[in-house]
Protein backbone atom coordinates (compact mmCIF):
# COMPACT_ATOMS: atom_id res chain seq x y z
CA UNK A 1 0.00 0.00 0.00
CA UNK A 2 1.26 3.40 -1.05
CA UNK A 3 0.69 6.99 0.77
CA UNK A 4 -2.45 7.84 -1.10
CA UNK A 5 -3.82 4.70 -0.02
CA UNK A 6 -3.14 4.95 4.03
CA UNK A 7 -4.15 8.98 3.67
CA UNK A 8 -7.38 7.79 2.02
CA UNK A 9 -8.24 6.15 5.06
CA UNK A 10 -7.75 9.37 7.45
CA UNK A 11 -9.41 11.13 5.28
CA UNK A 12 -12.87 8.59 5.70
CA UNK A 13 -11.72 9.41 9.51
CA UNK A 14 -11.85 13.09 8.81
CA UNK A 15 -15.60 12.03 7.54
CA UNK A 16 -16.79 10.97 10.35
CA UNK A 17 -15.85 14.14 12.43
CA UNK A 18 -17.35 16.30 9.81
CA UNK A 19 -20.86 14.31 9.82
CA UNK A 20 -21.13 15.12 13.51
CA UNK A 21 -20.27 18.88 13.01
CA UNK A 22 -16.66 18.74 14.05
CA UNK A 23 -14.00 20.25 12.12
CA UNK A 24 -13.19 17.26 9.64
CA UNK A 25 -9.68 16.29 10.14
CA UNK A 26 -8.61 12.57 10.39
CA UNK A 27 -5.42 10.63 11.53
CA UNK A 28 -4.48 6.77 11.20
CA UNK A 29 -1.31 5.11 12.67
CA UNK A 30 0.21 2.50 10.53
CA UNK A 31 2.34 -0.35 11.39
CA UNK A 32 4.44 -2.47 9.33
CA UNK A 33 1.82 -1.89 6.88
CA UNK A 34 -1.41 -2.82 9.31
CA UNK A 35 -3.62 0.19 10.42
CA UNK A 36 -3.73 0.01 14.47
CA UNK A 37 -5.03 3.53 15.16
CA UNK A 38 -7.42 5.78 13.71
CA UNK A 39 -9.11 8.68 14.89
CA UNK A 40 -11.10 11.75 14.00
CA UNK A 41 -11.55 14.98 15.99
CA UNK A 42 -13.96 14.82 18.88
CA UNK A 43 -12.94 17.98 20.39
CA UNK A 44 -16.71 19.66 20.43
CA UNK A 45 -18.44 15.69 21.28
CA UNK A 46 -16.42 14.82 24.04
CA UNK A 47 -15.19 18.48 25.56
CA UNK A 48 -12.06 17.65 25.63
CA UNK A 49 -8.73 19.81 24.56
CA UNK A 50 -7.14 16.61 23.75
CA UNK A 51 -9.53 15.02 21.93
CA UNK A 52 -7.55 15.58 18.23
CA UNK A 53 -7.73 13.12 15.96
CA UNK A 54 -3.86 11.97 15.77
CA UNK A 55 -4.34 12.04 19.84
CA UNK A 56 -7.10 9.78 18.94
CA UNK A 57 -4.61 7.56 16.75
CA UNK A 58 -1.70 7.77 19.03
CA UNK A 59 -4.15 5.98 22.04
CA UNK A 60 -5.42 3.91 20.09
CA UNK A 61 -2.00 2.48 18.37
CA UNK A 62 -0.49 2.51 21.66
CA UNK A 63 -3.24 0.12 23.09
CA UNK A 64 -2.65 -2.35 20.47
CA UNK A 65 1.21 -2.68 20.89
CA UNK A 66 1.03 -2.31 24.21
CA UNK A 67 3.86 0.26 24.20
CA UNK A 68 4.19 3.97 24.52
CA UNK A 69 6.93 3.73 22.21
CA UNK A 70 5.78 4.05 18.69
CA UNK A 71 8.68 3.49 16.97
CA UNK A 72 7.94 1.72 14.05
CA UNK A 73 4.75 3.20 13.01
CA UNK A 74 3.97 5.87 10.52
CA UNK A 75 1.47 8.56 11.10
CA UNK A 76 -0.82 9.80 8.65
CA UNK A 77 -3.32 12.63 9.03
CA UNK A 78 -5.13 15.23 6.75
CA UNK A 79 -4.24 18.53 8.31
CA UNK A 80 -0.83 19.52 9.76
CA UNK A 81 -0.44 18.47 13.53
CA UNK A 82 -0.62 21.52 15.77
CA UNK A 83 1.45 22.06 18.79
CA UNK A 84 -0.04 19.31 21.03
CA UNK A 85 -0.15 16.98 18.74
CA UNK A 86 3.40 17.42 17.01
CA UNK A 87 4.22 16.88 20.45
CA UNK A 88 2.66 13.76 21.25
CA UNK A 89 4.38 12.84 18.33
CA UNK A 90 7.74 13.24 19.55
CA UNK A 91 6.31 11.70 22.86
CA UNK A 92 5.85 8.51 21.12
CA UNK A 93 8.80 8.41 18.85
CA UNK A 94 7.15 8.19 16.03
CA UNK A 95 9.58 8.50 13.03
CA UNK A 96 7.79 9.57 10.44
CA UNK A 97 4.63 11.77 9.74
CA UNK A 98 2.78 11.96 6.72
CA UNK A 99 0.22 14.78 6.10
CA UNK A 100 -1.82 16.09 3.49
CA UNK A 101 -2.72 20.33 3.89
CA UNK A 102 -0.63 22.70 5.78
CA UNK A 103 -2.38 24.79 8.43
CA UNK A 104 -0.66 27.95 8.18
CA UNK A 105 -2.29 29.47 11.21
CA UNK A 106 -1.18 26.70 13.56
CA UNK A 107 1.14 24.02 12.14
CA UNK A 108 3.53 23.38 14.17
CA UNK A 109 5.43 20.41 11.73
CA UNK A 110 6.80 22.66 9.47
CA UNK A 111 4.80 25.59 8.79
CA UNK A 112 5.11 28.08 11.82
CA UNK A 113 7.33 25.91 13.52
CA UNK A 114 8.93 22.49 13.34
CA UNK A 115 8.82 20.18 16.45
CA UNK A 116 9.13 17.04 14.37
CA UNK A 117 12.90 18.50 13.57
CA UNK A 118 14.24 20.34 16.53
CA UNK A 119 17.47 19.22 17.48
CA UNK A 120 17.00 19.66 21.06
CA UNK A 121 14.60 17.10 21.47
CA UNK A 122 15.59 13.65 21.90
CA UNK A 123 13.03 12.87 18.91
CA UNK A 124 13.17 13.91 15.46
CA UNK A 125 10.40 12.80 12.71
CA UNK A 126 10.92 12.51 8.69
CA UNK A 127 8.06 14.68 7.80
CA UNK A 128 6.29 14.39 4.35
CA UNK A 129 3.45 16.82 3.55
CA UNK A 130 0.93 17.25 0.21
CA UNK A 131 -0.36 13.85 0.02
CA UNK A 132 -4.09 13.92 -1.09
CA UNK A 133 -3.30 17.46 -0.52
CA UNK A 134 -6.40 19.10 -2.47
CA UNK A 135 -9.02 16.22 -1.35
CA UNK A 136 -7.47 17.14 2.49
CA UNK A 137 -7.26 20.73 2.15
CA UNK A 138 -11.17 20.87 0.48
CA UNK A 139 -13.13 18.95 3.31
CA UNK A 140 -12.00 22.00 5.49
CA UNK A 141 -12.11 24.34 3.00
CA UNK A 142 -15.95 22.78 2.77
CA UNK A 143 -16.91 22.86 6.36
CA UNK A 144 -15.85 26.34 6.93
CA UNK A 145 -17.42 27.80 3.94
CA UNK A 146 -20.97 25.75 5.18
CA UNK A 147 -20.46 26.81 8.37
CA UNK A 148 -20.38 30.44 7.68
CA UNK A 149 -23.76 29.77 5.12
CA UNK A 150 -25.38 28.67 8.30
CA UNK A 151 -24.50 31.18 10.66
CA UNK A 152 -25.31 33.86 8.33
CA UNK A 153 -28.92 31.98 7.72
CA UNK A 154 -29.36 31.82 11.46
CA UNK A 155 -28.55 35.35 12.00
CA UNK A 156 -30.97 36.63 8.50
CA UNK A 157 -33.51 34.87 10.52
CA UNK A 158 -33.20 35.93 13.85
CA UNK A 159 -33.42 39.85 12.31
CA UNK A 160 -36.11 39.03 10.47
CA UNK A 161 -38.14 37.73 13.67
CA UNK A 162 -37.47 40.97 15.65
CA UNK B 1 -5.06 29.32 49.08
CA UNK B 2 -1.45 30.54 48.41
CA UNK B 3 0.50 28.74 44.68
CA UNK B 4 2.54 26.57 47.78
CA UNK B 5 -1.00 25.34 49.03
CA UNK B 6 -1.70 23.99 45.76
CA UNK B 7 1.66 22.85 44.35
CA UNK B 8 2.05 20.76 47.89
CA UNK B 9 -1.00 18.93 46.01
CA UNK B 10 0.56 18.37 42.74
CA UNK B 11 3.89 16.91 44.40
CA UNK B 12 1.33 14.26 46.69
CA UNK B 13 0.05 13.57 42.83
CA UNK B 14 4.34 13.28 42.35
CA UNK B 15 4.34 10.50 45.25
CA UNK B 16 1.64 8.70 43.57
CA UNK B 17 3.45 8.41 40.55
CA UNK B 18 6.94 7.27 42.07
CA UNK B 19 5.22 4.69 44.49
CA UNK B 20 4.63 2.55 41.27
CA UNK B 21 8.17 3.30 39.97
CA UNK B 22 6.82 5.95 37.50
CA UNK B 23 9.26 8.79 36.91
CA UNK B 24 7.22 11.30 39.79
CA UNK B 25 5.87 13.89 38.36
CA UNK B 26 2.38 15.67 39.57
CA UNK B 27 0.10 18.18 38.44
CA UNK B 28 -3.34 19.73 39.70
CA UNK B 29 -5.65 22.27 37.40
CA UNK B 30 -7.42 24.84 39.99
CA UNK B 31 -10.85 26.81 39.16
CA UNK B 32 -11.53 29.79 41.31
CA UNK B 33 -9.65 28.49 43.79
CA UNK B 34 -11.08 24.96 43.60
CA UNK B 35 -8.71 21.40 42.53
CA UNK B 36 -10.75 20.06 39.50
CA UNK B 37 -8.38 17.98 37.87
CA UNK B 38 -5.55 15.79 39.29
CA UNK B 39 -3.04 13.51 37.34
CA UNK B 40 0.03 11.84 37.94
CA UNK B 41 2.46 10.57 35.31
CA UNK B 42 1.62 6.91 34.48
CA UNK B 43 3.15 6.77 31.27
CA UNK B 44 4.82 3.29 31.97
CA UNK B 45 1.73 1.91 33.45
CA UNK B 46 -0.66 2.70 31.02
CA UNK B 47 2.02 2.33 28.45
CA UNK B 48 0.63 5.57 26.49
CA UNK B 49 2.38 8.05 25.76
CA UNK B 50 0.17 10.96 26.39
CA UNK B 51 -0.25 10.05 29.99
CA UNK B 52 1.75 12.62 31.58
CA UNK B 53 0.60 14.47 35.18
CA UNK B 54 -0.69 17.68 33.22
CA UNK B 55 -2.67 15.75 30.57
CA UNK B 56 -4.43 13.41 33.15
CA UNK B 57 -5.05 16.92 35.06
CA UNK B 58 -6.25 18.56 31.91
CA UNK B 59 -8.48 15.93 30.94
CA UNK B 60 -9.92 15.33 34.71
CA UNK B 61 -10.79 19.31 34.43
CA UNK B 62 -12.37 19.14 31.51
CA UNK B 63 -14.56 16.69 32.66
CA UNK B 64 -15.67 18.44 34.94
CA UNK B 65 -16.14 21.37 33.73
CA UNK B 66 -18.08 19.57 30.49
CA UNK B 67 -15.88 22.16 28.58
CA UNK B 68 -12.65 21.85 26.42
CA UNK B 69 -12.14 25.75 27.09
CA UNK B 70 -10.08 25.82 30.42
CA UNK B 71 -10.12 29.69 30.21
CA UNK B 72 -10.71 30.23 34.20
CA UNK B 73 -7.87 27.57 35.14
CA UNK B 74 -4.12 27.70 36.91
CA UNK B 75 -2.57 24.34 36.42
CA UNK B 76 -0.12 23.80 38.52
CA UNK B 77 2.84 21.10 37.60
CA UNK B 78 5.81 19.79 39.89
CA UNK B 79 8.28 19.75 36.32
CA UNK B 80 8.31 22.42 33.55
CA UNK B 81 5.77 21.14 30.89
CA UNK B 82 7.43 19.24 28.07
CA UNK B 83 6.32 19.73 24.25
CA UNK B 84 3.29 18.00 24.62
CA UNK B 85 1.88 19.22 27.60
CA UNK B 86 2.62 22.79 27.14
CA UNK B 87 0.88 21.99 23.66
CA UNK B 88 -2.21 20.95 25.45
CA UNK B 89 -2.21 24.22 27.59
CA UNK B 90 -2.18 26.15 24.43
CA UNK B 91 -5.31 23.76 23.27
CA UNK B 92 -7.10 23.54 26.61
CA UNK B 93 -6.38 27.89 26.54
CA UNK B 94 -4.95 27.95 30.41
CA UNK B 95 -4.13 31.25 31.14
CA UNK B 96 -1.85 30.53 34.23
CA UNK B 97 0.44 27.86 34.02
CA UNK B 98 2.74 27.59 37.91
CA UNK B 99 5.22 25.12 37.48
CA UNK B 100 8.11 24.08 40.46
CA UNK B 101 11.40 22.66 38.88
CA UNK B 102 13.05 23.72 35.80
CA UNK B 103 13.43 21.01 33.06
CA UNK B 104 16.75 22.44 30.75
CA UNK B 105 16.58 18.99 28.71
CA UNK B 106 12.73 18.69 27.68
CA UNK B 107 10.67 21.94 29.44
CA UNK B 108 8.69 23.62 26.83
CA UNK B 109 7.37 26.48 28.76
CA UNK B 110 10.29 28.33 29.15
CA UNK B 111 13.69 26.62 29.02
CA UNK B 112 14.07 25.20 25.75
CA UNK B 113 11.30 27.29 24.42
CA UNK B 114 8.31 29.14 25.72
CA UNK B 115 5.73 27.39 23.51
CA UNK B 116 3.31 29.53 26.14
CA UNK B 117 4.34 33.17 25.25
CA UNK B 118 4.19 32.39 21.38
CA UNK B 119 2.61 35.09 19.22
CA UNK B 120 2.11 33.44 16.66
CA UNK B 121 -0.60 30.98 18.67
CA UNK B 122 -3.84 32.37 19.55
CA UNK B 123 -3.36 31.33 22.99
CA UNK B 124 -0.86 32.78 25.48
CA UNK B 125 -0.63 31.89 29.27
CA UNK B 126 1.00 33.73 31.75
CA UNK B 127 3.95 31.14 33.82
CA UNK B 128 5.34 31.11 37.42
CA UNK B 129 8.30 29.13 38.11
CA UNK B 130 10.32 27.59 40.72
CA UNK B 131 7.04 27.41 43.12
CA UNK B 132 8.21 24.72 45.97
CA UNK B 133 11.66 24.46 43.38
CA UNK B 134 13.89 22.62 45.93
CA UNK B 135 11.26 19.76 46.97
CA UNK B 136 10.41 18.90 43.00
CA UNK B 137 13.67 19.09 41.95
CA UNK B 138 14.45 16.87 45.16
CA UNK B 139 11.60 14.13 43.98
CA UNK B 140 13.35 14.02 40.48
CA UNK B 141 16.93 13.85 42.02
CA UNK B 142 16.08 11.06 44.42
CA UNK B 143 14.33 9.46 41.89
CA UNK B 144 17.12 9.26 39.58
CA UNK B 145 19.72 8.39 41.96
CA UNK B 146 17.74 5.09 43.22
CA UNK B 147 16.97 4.07 39.99
CA UNK B 148 20.82 3.99 39.12
CA UNK B 149 22.00 2.24 42.24
CA UNK B 150 19.55 -0.42 41.57
CA UNK B 151 20.70 -0.70 38.26
CA UNK B 152 24.59 -0.73 39.54
CA UNK B 153 23.07 -3.48 41.73
CA UNK B 154 21.52 -5.91 39.23
CA UNK B 155 24.42 -5.40 37.02
CA UNK B 156 26.64 -6.54 39.74
CA UNK B 157 24.46 -9.48 40.80
CA UNK B 158 24.33 -10.71 37.34
CA UNK B 159 28.21 -10.23 36.71
CA UNK B 160 28.11 -12.75 40.38
CA UNK B 161 26.14 -15.09 38.44
CA UNK B 162 28.19 -15.78 35.56
Chains 1, 2 share one sequence.
Not at 33 to 58: D, F
Not at 83 to 92: E, H, K, L, P, R
Request: aromatic fraction near 4%; hydrophobic fraction near 40%; include cysteine.
Amino acid sequence: MNHETFMKLAIEEAHKAGAIAEVPIGAVVVHHGEVIGRGHNLRETGQNPTYHAEMMAINEASAHLGSWRLEECVLYATLEPCVMCSGAIVMSRIPVVIYGAHDPKGGCSGSLMNLLNEPRFNHRATVISGICHDECSMLLTTFFRELRQKKLLEKKRGNELI
